[in-house]
C-alpha cells in the first residue's frame, strides 16, 4: 500500500500525464487539472534514450510507435549551399541504447491523444480550463484553492505546469525566474510526402533549420532556431523570420520547402528559455516536475523524455516509499543528476552555435558525455 492515496498534478502537458498514467497504474487516485483546454500544438517530437522505456512502462509504446516513426536515425549537417560538415552515420552505426527501447519520432497532437486517451482509461479525472490559486498544507493535507473559487483537499500536489509554472511561483516565491538562452525556435509543420536531403542546415549567423518527414501523419516537420533578442512573435513576425532566414539558403532542399512557404504556414515560435532548480524540488506535499523544475533548450532533443521519465519515477518512488517526503526525496536524487545533464549540455550547445560554430568534435564529445549518462536506466 503506498504512502498517499489522492493527489492533484497541475498541468496536462507529458509530465503531467505521464505522471496520472503511472500513479493511476499504482493505485493512486489523481485528478489532473489544466488551465488550456488539452489541444496540442502541432509540431514533431523525438523520443530517444530512455523515453521510450518510459512509454513502455506506463502501457502505451506500441501506440505511439504505430503512429509514429520508429528507429529514428541521427542526421546529417550541411552549410547553406548544401555541403556536407559532418555526414550522418550509416544506419547500421547508429549506437543503441543496451536494454532500451527502439527510439520514435511522433506527432505531438497524436502523442497527447493517446496519453489523454491512457490517463482517462486508467481512472484519472481530468479538467480543464482549472488550475491553482494557492496551497495551504496542514498535517493531514495539502488544501488548495483552485481557480475556480473551491477548495479541495489532497494527500499530494504535483506542479507540471511548465516553464513558467505557477506552482513553482506558490511554493517557490524566491526562485529564480527562468533565462533566456538567446534563440527563438521556430516550429514549421505541413502536409507533404517526403523531401530529399532531411537533416541540419546552417546559415551563418543568423541561424540553423532542419526538416524531417513525418510519415504517421504524412507531413514535413522543419525546427528552426534563430539567433535574437527575445521577443513575442506575430504570425506575420514569424513569416518575416522564417522568410529571411529560408532565403539566405542556396541547398536544393531547402529551394525545395522555401517553395511551400506562405504568409498562412503554420509557424509556432517559442523563446528558448530555461531553468534548472535547485534542489530539493519539493516544499511541504507539493513537488515540481518536468518543466517546472527543468526547462531546457531542444538542442539534445531530451525535453519531452524527460518529462515522461519524470513520470514513472514518481509513481516508482511514491509506491516504494513509507512517506510521502521519503518519496520526494528519493525520486529527486534519482533525477537531479540526469536531467542537470540535459539543461547544461543543451545550452552549452546553444552557446556554441551563437558563437557561430559549427559542429565539429567539442560538439560530439560534448553529446557523448551527455549521451552515457542518458543511456544508463532511470
Known sequence: MTAVSKGLIVGGGLAGLASAIALQRAGVQCDVAEIGDLTPIGAGIGLAGRAPNALDEIGVYNEVAATGQPGLGAPGNYDAAGRVIMAPPPPGEIPHVPGGKEAIGAYRPILAEILIRAAARAGANIETGLSIESIDDNDDAANVRMTNGKTRGYDFVIGADGVNSRTRSIIFPEAPEPEYAGQMSIRWVFPSDPIDGEGWYFAGEFGKMAFYHQPRPNLIY?????NMPRTRLSQQDAYDVVKRLTDMYT??????????????SELIARP???????????????????????????????????????GVVLAQCITAAPSLAE???SFVDRRF???RTVVETSVALSKREQQHLRPGPEDMELMGRAMSVLSQPY
Not at 222 to 226: D, E, G, K, S
Not at 254 to 263: A, C, K, M, S
Open 272 to 310: 528558448f528559455d530555461w531553468i534548472l532548480l535547485e534542489k530539493p524540488w519539493y516544499r511541504g506535499r507539493t513537488l515540481l516536475i518536468g518543466d517546472a523544475a527543468h526547462a531546457t533548450t531542444a538542442h539534445m532533443g531530451m525535453g519531452g523524455g524527460m518529462a515522461l521519465e519524470d
Open 327 to 329: 518519496a520526494y526525496d
Open 337 to 339: 543528476e540526469r536531467v
Open 251 to 264: 541547398a536544393p532542399a531547402i529551394v525545395q520547402l522555401r517553395e511551400r512557404l506562405t504568409p498562412e
Open 222 to 226: 522543419a525546427p528552426m532556431v534563430i
